[in-house]
């Protein structure tokens, strides 16, 4: 049994992607899908399993926040973000988890803990991955998968960095600071800054990490924050 594993699409389903999937008996999503869209692409002719993320809202209330089943006898366990891994993980034998954007594959305590990264949007330098899971005779074996992408490298700061900077953005706004003050105080693009401005002002209360994550950095020309395209819908 050969199962594609995936996870925050973000509303973008490439053609590598479903070139890859179509390969697959089984198709498993940790999350972030953004559109119903997606689901039933991926679900069109094999089976789907897959829960709701931070960013799936209304239309996704029908999708589990996690699920446990069980695939040619393998138990898995399916939740978006890692930090809600129930300690209990009796008769599991892979976790499936996404969020961070990050893939990661490590063994503990008998178990494949696997998050397959993003093969969405692009966010900030990060590689665009999935994965492959091949089921023999009770054995599992896993294979990263890299997506090719048409996105040029981009030489990001730190994520710490451009939080850092959205948060001093949003301390200026609340002092009455204009935009173009605080692009040059701080370094950045005019478009970036009024951008950053218009999330904190459609969004009450957001942190600087909640403005971070609804970022999409597709070019970033100079430290520490220039940018040219911001999506509220990402995180």
Known sequence: MRIAVLSDTHGLLRPEVMEIVNTCDVVLHGGDINTQKIADELSKDKPLYIVRGNNDK????????????????????????K???????????VVVFGHSHKYLEERKDGRLFLNPGSCGKRRFNQEITMAVLELKGGEIEVQRIDISHTEPAIHAPREKDIRKTVENISKGMKKGETIKYMAEKYGCTLEFT?????????????TGEGILNKMEVNR???PPCQTSLIDDTIA
């Open 58 to 81: 209304e239309w996704a209330e029908h999708i589990p926040v996690s699920l446990r089943f069980e695939l040619d006898g393998i138990g898995f366990y399916m939740v978006h973000n």
């Open 83 to 93: 930090k809600e891994i129930p300690l209990d993980l009796t008769g599991v034998d």
């Open 194 to 206: 009024e951008q950053v401005c218009r999330i904190i002002a459609t969004h009450p209360g957001v």
């Open 220 to 222: 970033i020309q100079n």
